[in-house]
């Protein structure tokens, strides 16, 4: 079994800092990619930042500039550094991880259960 553990959410304030945490565990053989995702009420999640194995980096045009991801030497954690945080980044953060647990063939994706961010005006 494979599991995605999320930390890092809670309450800031506008202009301020926070950083989430996401570890996976289990029967894990290769992890091809990992990232953050965001949900807030009355949208579609969509991807915030996500980073390969080789390193390269992607971002949604509304947080470059102000987040960092980044990933453990082990390629099995992902950090997500967020910095002068706007109200609009309120939303339900969940961690993703494509990878190919041990024994199958194909990669999947895996999702953590989210962890929220509210940021106050």
């Known amino acids: 079994q494979v599991q995605l553990v999320e930390s890092g959410g809670g309450l800031v304030r506008a202009g301020g800092s926070q950083r989430l945490s996401c570890t996976a565990s289990g029967s894990i053989f290769t992890v091809n990619s990992m990232a953050w995702y965001r949900q807030a009420p009355g949208t579609q999640r969509e991807l915030v930042a996500s980073?390969?194995?080789?390193?390269?980096?992607t971002y949604a045009d509304s947080v470059k500039g102000r987040f960092t991801i980044s990933r453990g030497n082990a390629k099995k954690t992902v950090n997500l550094q967020m910095n002068s945080l706007k109200p609009e980044d309120t939303a339900v953060y969940y961690c993703?991880?494509?990878?190919?647990?041990?024994?199958?063939?194909?990669?999947?994706?895996?999702w953590g259960q989210g962890t929220q961010v509210t940021v106050s005006s």
């Open positions: 993703n991880a494509n990878l190919r647990s041990i024994g199958s063939p194909t990669f999947y994706n895996y």
């Open positions: 980073i390969t194995s080789s390193g390269t980096t």
